[in-house]
T-cell receptor, first 110, second 113 residues
């Protein structure tokens, strides 16, 4: 059974701080990793994808992957109240099927 | 560039009924995956369609069935609805070749009474 684990939160950070979201996965053969943002009542929106060990930066977002530790993280710099949402970690399970964690709720206070 | 579209937005059914949900993929995408998201949970993979065939299936009973049409659009059918089928049903499209990122539609909120 492939599993993806996330802390459900909520993770509370003040505006302007760095938010750090973490995820571990069980399938050592996983090759593709994704972070989705989901606002309440809306569908998931892809914000980052990462395929190799190391860091990948896109604007205020940095995804980090450590396959040896089976660990993926998402850093959000200069957090804004509009970043308040649930962040879903997803791992490719073959043929582009995704296994999701339960998500971490992020609250950014002004 | 139109994104993934789904219909209807909301649906209310009673136990034992049948429901059909529809999805049109993003332009240029040929693969459609369906997910069920219960409240407070991450999406759960139902099945994936490519070349009009079911390519992968998650741990869902055969009350859940689907179809993909030649224009890559897809349907999800659920028979003999149970209260526990109440959820947000998400369609995601992707390309089989190249980068395998999946993009979600707005979802269909199904309520079973």
């Amino acid at each position: 059974q492939k599993e993806v684990e996330q802390n459900s939160g909520p993770l509370s950070v003040p505006e302007g701080a760095i938010a750090s979201l973490n995820c571990t996965y069980s399938d050592r053969g996983s090759q593709s990793f994704f972070w989705y943002r989901q606002y309440s009542g809306k569908s998931p929106e892809l914000i980052m994808s990462i395929y190799s060990n190391g860091d990948k930066e896109d604007g205020r977002f940095t995804a980090q992957l450590n396959k040896a530790s089976q660990y993926v993280s998402l850093l959000i710099r200069d957090s804004q109240p509009s970043d308040s949402a649930t962040y879903l970690c997803a791992v490719n399970g073959g043929y582009s099927t995704l296994t999701f964690g339960k998500g971490t709720m992020l609250l950014v206070s002004p | 560039d139109a994104g993934v579209t789904q219909s209807p937005t909301h649906l209310i059914k009673t136990r034992g009924q049948q429901v059909t949900l529809r999805c049109s993929p993003k332009s240029g995408h040929d693969t459609v995956s369906w997910y069920q998201q219960a409240l407070g949970q991450g999406p759960q993979f139902i099945f994936q369609y490519y070349e009009e065939e079911e390519r992968q299936r998650g741990n869902f009973p055969d009350r859940f069935s689907g179809h993909q049409f030649p224009n890559y659009s897809s349907e999800l059918n659920v028979n003999a609805l149970l209260l526990g089928d109440s959820a947000l049903y998400l369609c995601a499209s992707s390309r089989t070749e190249g980068v395998n990122e999946q993009f979600f539609g707005p979802g269909t909120r199904l309520t079973v009474l």
